[in-house]
């Protein structure tokens, strides 16, 4: 049964930049889509992006285009999101998520990879933003 | 703020039957299926619900899923002390460049 491993907890100062990391234990995602979704302190869900590791496509929420990078090392198992130009609104847990399915029938392959959710999920990660 | 609105709160006593309500719009709900998530307080969303009512291996028959037209619903019945936590509705959303959605989000309390 994977799992998805996620990297320690983080502290950063407003303006620089963080890279959490994932890794698959005990299987492989190169199969499934790899998405990103984080928490706010008593908020909710927001999915931030994803990515398809097989094909190396990414696609990311609007609001944070042009900050977050999701990228895979596929050597490792690894997936990593790095989010730039920090503020104290990104102060939150990062959780990595896997995608339910597997396959891609239409020309929206993204759309097709998380439609039916993401099953497997990571530990979460929490960054913390402060000066 | 979510495209998909839940209402904040629900509470039932052990044994009853919960029902909480997703609402979203003809981009989203209205052209694509639902998902369902639980979420224990300190921990990682658990995937309750897939396409609309299938439970993945291992969720408890007494959570249902449904949906009509842009809306959709999770039914608890048979309520437990355990099934206190966060639930999410989520969706892909056609609009703009696509992407993934969550409601807001909805807070059950067993009583």
């Known amino acids: 049964q994977v799992q998805l491993v996620q990297s320690g907890a983080e502290v950063r100062k407003p303006g620089s930049s963080v890279k959490v990391s994932c890794k698959a234990s005990?299987?492989?995602?190169?199969?499934?889509?790899i998405s990103w979704v984080r928490q706010a302190p008593g908020q909710g869900l927001e999915w931030m992006g994803g990515i398809l590791p097989f094909l190396g496509t990414t696609n990311y929420a609007q609001k944070l285009q042009g900050r977050v990078t999701i990228t895979t090392d596929g050597s490792t198992g690894t997936a990593y999101m790095e989010l730039s130009s920090l503020r104290s609104a990104d102060t939150a847990v990062y959780f990595c998520?896997?995608?339910?399915?597997?396959?891609?029938?239409?020309?929206?392959?993204?759309?097709?990879?998380?439609?039916?959710?993401?099953?497997?999920w990571g530990q979460g990660t929490t960054v913390t933003v402060s000066s | 703020q979510s495209v998909l609105t839940q209402s904040p709160s629900a509470s039932g006593t052990p044994g009853q039957r919960v029902t909480i309500a997703c609402s979203g719009s003809s981009s989203n709900i209205g052209s694509n299926t639902v998902n369902w998530y639980q979420q224990l307080p300190g921990t990682a969303p658990k995937l309750l619900i897939y396409?609309?009512?299938q439970r993945p291996s291992g969720v408890p028959d007494r959570f249902s899923g449904s949906k009509s037209g842009a809306s959709a619903s999770l039914a608890i019945s048979g309520l437990q002390s355990e099934d206190e936590a966060d639930y999410y509705c989520a969706t892909w959303d056609d609009s703009l460049n696509g992407l993934y959605v969550f409601g807001t989000g909805t807070k059950v309390t067993v009583l």
């Open positions: 005990g299987g492989t995602f190169s199969t499934y889509g």
């Open positions: 396409n609309n009512n």
């Open positions: 998520a896997r995608s339910m399915a597997t396959y891609c029938n239409s020309p929206n392959c993204f759309k097709d990879y998380f439609y039916n959710g993401m099953d497997v």
